[in-house]
């Protein structure tokens, strides 16, 4: 979605949740690469960006110079990434039109009649069908609504931060652009296989159902893993002491002496015989992986009843929650299937020690399509 206007763009930020993400890179639209030179963290008050929406504009700001500062980023050109309640998503089959009809179209579609909300619809053309009474050819659309004030705070905020409004995407828009071809953890090929992409953020959670290489099914669920790491820094201050700077945030470069840090995920281990010698531990991790295969299985089984699809050959899991110490170990022998954490795609390069599963939304958003 190009809702800022068009342009070469150089810097992505991932606003979905309080741990801000930056990436600065390019994408090789002939060879479908992007190519990561920088990226970084930003961590935030928990409650700085709301479901998808910025709620501490100054704290925000702050931050994100801090850290262009400290990564030392020059680049201008800004494209912002992100994922709401506020956006709505809605799947069309409509009849061949021409394409100024189509636009009017998809917008009555979306919008209803009489609705007068001032909204910004972006839609892609993604197939096409027949319809079911008449077998008239009919063109299916995915189509996305965002509240035009709420384009115009995330434009407003980029100028505060004296960059170059470019583009603004939509998280599931960036997955769908980054998953289109390619090979994951070197051995899975996207374009043959029915996947199953779990984005696992601390406050939400986000379920893709992929198909040969298309997003059929989109789901962002209202929990996350926030709870598990708070029981974490619990049982650590506990236990007294420890080092409380994070491996990912000297490997980003970026320092939280100034801040109150939360027990990093990666030295957390979820396998369920290391969490039952810690009871209130314990109790955390299996509520949530209660709710995650609960939500898993129901969005997998709906899937391919509705979308007729193969069966799901292999989860793969990104977002902060990744990181977490035999997190894929433990989903796959709760879900009796394979599950991997995201390491690579062969369509993305990045700099020394980069870490895929934090960066998916960002390097999805550098792929531009216009």
């Known amino acids: 979605m190009d809702l800022f206007g068009k342009g070469a763009q150089n810097l992505v930020v991932d606003m979905s949740s309080s ?12 060879t479908g690469i992007v190519m990561l030179d920088k990226v970084g963290v930003v961590p935030l008050e928990t409650d700085a960006i709301t479901d998808g929406a910025i709620t501490d504009n100054f704290g925000v700001v702050m931050a994100m110079k801090h850290a262009l500062a400290k990564l030392d980023i020059r680049s201008k050109n800004a494209v912002i990434t992100t994922e709401g309640a506020f956006m709505h998503t809605r799947d069309l089959e409509l009849p061949k039109v021409k394409p100024e009809q189509m636009k009017d179209m998809v917008k009555y579609e979306v919008m209803g009649q009489g609705n007068n909300k001032d909204m910004i619809i972006d839609y892609i053309v993604y197939g096409t069908t027949k319809d079911a009474e008449t077998n008239a050819d009919k063109i299916q659309v995915r189509a996305t609504a965002i509240p035009t004030d709420t384009v115009t705070e995330f434009r407003e ?55 040969k290489g298309f997003p059929v099914l989109s789901r962002r669920l209202q929990f996350g893993h926030y709870s598990i790491r708070q029981v974490a820094e619990s049982v650590k201050k506990l236990q007294g002491g420890g080092d409380s700077q994070s491996a990912m945030s000297r490997r980003l470069n970026i320092t939280k002496a100034d801040a109150d840090l939360a027990v990093p995920v990666e030295d957390i281990d979820v396998w369920h015989e290391s969490v039952a010698e810690t009871p209130s531990l314990q109790s955390a991790v299996n509520a949530y992986f209660k709710s995650l295969v609960d939500a898993v299985s129901r969005t997998a089984q709906f899937a391919i009843s509705k979308f007729h699809i193969d069966s799901i050959s292999t989860c793969f899991l990104y977002g902060s929650g990744a990181g977490y110490k035999k997190i894929d170990k433990e989903l796959s022998r709760q879900l009796s299937t394979q599950v991997e954490v995201l390491r690579t795609l062969s369509s993305v390069v990045g700099p020394k020690d980069f870490m895929l599963p934090q960066f998916v939304n960002c390097c999805g958003a550098l792929v531009r399509e216009d």
């Open 19 to 30: 741990d801000l993400k930056l990436a600065v890179g390019t994408y090789n639209s002939k």
């Open 157 to 211: 905020f980029l100028k505060n931060m004296d960059l170059t409004p470019v583009a603004m995407d939509t998280n599931p828009n960036a997955v769908r652009k980054l998953f289109q071809s390619g090979i994951a953890n070197g051995n899975v090929n996207i374009n043959q296989s029915t996947l199953l992409l779990i984005e696992l953020s601390g406050r939400t959670t986000t379920i893709t159902i992929l198909d």
